[in-house]
């Protein structure tokens, strides 16, 4: 059903994700270790425009140029140029067309915020739109399908940037449809108390991190806890989805937090053996816990591959837990850089 289409510009909005069962160690073909499940985000984002103009001769190479926030981006154009060489079987247009791919992210340069699942999933997005006027039978659904399938070989944590509000990715029993190759739309019942959740990432250190995290998965393979982390995630993945039709807040912290410091401690027991969090980020945590103790209150944290902490907490303790973020954390962060984000509902 291909037709032939004329130069052309598409755009997307993808939105960054924060693991609550965490993706840490994968196999071949960005095939996760073991299943991992995502609050989307809102505030936290990757705009993405492509342009696309068809080319006058055949060629064996890619054509694409690259900016970001209105600078040419020469430093990460081999990125892309692996992405697209890992793409084009199942997007064989690609060399017909040189792309002009310009992209910005809404939240701070080198944050410590990763963009590389919004960055993906965005342009992702963009690329399925091409095919889509090239084939107008594509639907909505599949759309969105493959964008994650796409995004997925751009960085694995992207194939949870493309829906919303929590999105599944990883083969796990009885879990209908859930898949190794895209992320989907968490498919059960969610008890009200985690609509609106809120996630204010406060910002401890926005330098440069010492290990990638392409190397922290790679350190998984001949890990000694391995295995035993690799079942931990389905058995917390499983509890995950009775706390989420039943509610229970104290049990969702419980997981929650088990997760974050499991990743980390992943990190501090692989050989090489490194360390992403610093002394704020610990400081931190241990406030948290002295106010969730005295206040009552379900505030809890995570943590992705760096040393930024997610403050997480329900809508209905919003002003408490606000007030005590202000008094007391917001002391730790860089600058007193934070940023007040809340779950969202995917890419627009
Ligand atoms: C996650 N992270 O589930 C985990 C937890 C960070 C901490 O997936 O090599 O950028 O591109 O597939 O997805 C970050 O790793 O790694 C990540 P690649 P990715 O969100």
Known sequence: NSTSLGAGKVKWKAPSNIALVKYWGKKAGQIPANPSISFTLDACSTTTTLGFVPRNTPSDEFSFDLWFEGKPMEGFKPKIETFFKRIEPFLPFLKAYHFTIETSNSFPHSSGIASSASGFAALALCLMDVEKLLNAETTEAYLKKKASFIARLGSGSAAR???????????????????????????????????????????????????SSTVGHELMHDH????????????????????????????FINI??????????????????FILMKPDTLEIINKIWAFREASGTHVCFTLDAGANVHVLYPEEEKEEVYQFIQNELVAYCENGQYICDRIGFGAK
């Open 161 to 211: 940037s493309i829906e919303g509000d929590l999105v599944h990715w990883g083969s796990h029993d009885g879990t209908i449809g859930s898949s190794d190759l895209f992320g989907i739309k968490y498919p059960y019942e969610v008890h009200g108390n985690f609509k609106n959740y809120h996630d204010t990432i406060l910002l401890v250190d926005k330098g440069q991190k010492q290990v």
């Open 224 to 251: 000694p806890f391995a295995a035993r982390r690799f079942d931990q995630a389905h058995e917390n993945l499983s509890k995950l989805k009775s706390v989420f039709k039943n509610g229970n807040l104290t049990e």
């Open 256 to 273: 929650v937090e088990s997760e974050a410091l499991t990743l980390h401690a992943m990190m501090m027991t692989s050989q090489r053996y």
